[in-house]
């Protein structure tokens, strides 16, 4: 048996005679050759170039409000001091020392050890919190 | 203006008298349309009731050709579409199932006046005829029409990765069926 490469690409199907003139008279006075077709655009069709330049034209002006929002700054707002780096700096961190730091905090803030919690502090959070203690009462 | 004008021209005509463009685009392609038909439905009459239809169906909707794909894609895609209808036209009529459509096809191959091919044509067509539908059209329209696959992709709305493995793979069931396995 042939291969596909070794079967001529002929063709074996055949037509009636003048088929092909024949089709073509008939396709053409069922369509074209009938009455002069009148081609509808819809109302959108026809619209569609100047709602597409309009759209644009919206877009674009969206954006450039938006970015003249985002870009250009406000007023400011008063009652807000403004300060430079350097103000900042010498209002606050010089007068601001470890020693005054540590004498002003809790010693049990800067410990490793874990700070004790009675018990009737953890029920307080707990039916703050919303949780049945009764499930947890035995572990407590 | 002739048949041998580029689409470009047909469509230019087709805007300004769209009596003498269609006319036009039925005198450049009712044969090539009529033999991408006659391929799938392998009857002569029922390929005529096809080619008519798309026709029709192309009359109908000239105002609605978007410039977007080719003329002859356009046209493609609904002589393909013309053409599966009626095979699934011809499956509903009759008592043959679905899956031995092929096998009915085939018989009407032999059983044709309009056949005139020798052994090795009427196995070809037999094994053409074992593929998937989908397949089936590929393999038509890159073996017999030469289509380039990008407008394959456009007449089938199917990408021309696709198109390239399923043309590949009907090329070796093909080969299979004519070697015996």
Avoid: C
Avoid at chain 1, 41 to 59: F, H, I, K
Avoid at chain 1, 61 to 81: E, Q
């Amino acid at each position: 048996m042939k291969t596909l490469n070794e079967i001529p690409r002929e063709n074996p199907f055949k037509v009636p005679e003048n088929y092909f003139e024949e089709v073509n008279r008939r396709i053409i006075a069922s369509t074209a050759g009938s009455e002069n077709k009148v081609v509808k655009t819809g109302l959108y069709r026809r619209l569609r170039p100047y709602l597409l330049a309009a759209a644009s034209v919206a877009l674009l002006a969206v954006l450039s409000y938006t970015a003249a929002k985002i870009f250009i700054p406000g007023t400011k707002k008063p009652g807000i001091p403004e300060l430079s780096i350097e103000e900042f700096s010498s209002s606050y961190i010089d007068d601001i020392d470890i020693r005054t730091l540590e004498d002003n905090t809790d010693p049990v803030a800067l410990s490793d050890e874990i700070p004790a919690i009675s018990k009737s502090e953890i029920i307080d959070y707990l039916l703050l919190e919303n949780i049945d203690f009764n499930d947890i009462y035995e572990l407590l | 203006m002739s048949i041998n004008n580029p689409d470009s021209d047909i469509i230019q005509l087709l805007k300004t008298d769209v009596n003498k463009g269609f006319r036009l685009v039925v005198e450049k392609y009712s044969k090539r349309l009529y033999w991408h038909i006659r391929r799938l439905v392998i009857l002569h009459e029922d390929a005529d009731d096809a080619l008519q239809n798309t026709f029709i169906n192309a009359w109908k909707n000239i105002g609605e050709f978007r410039n977007e794909s080719a003329l002859y894609t356009w046209l493609y895609a609904i002589a393909t579409n013309e053409a599966l209808a009626l095979i699934n036209k011809r499956k509903r009529n009759s008592s043959v199932s679905f899956d031995d459509i092929g096998s009915y096809l085939a018989n009407s191959i032999e059983g044709s006046t309009w056949f005139d091919g020798d052994e090795a044509q009427v196995k070809l067509r037999n094994a053409i005829l074992k593929l998937p539908e989908k397949q089936r059209i590929v393999f038509n329209l890159k073996y017999f029409d030469e289509m380039k696959y990008e407008d394959m992709s456009k007449a089938l709305k199917t990408s021309e990765g696709a198109l390239k493995a399923s043309y590949h793979h009907a090329v070796k069931k093909i080969e299979n069926f004519l070697s015996g396995n």
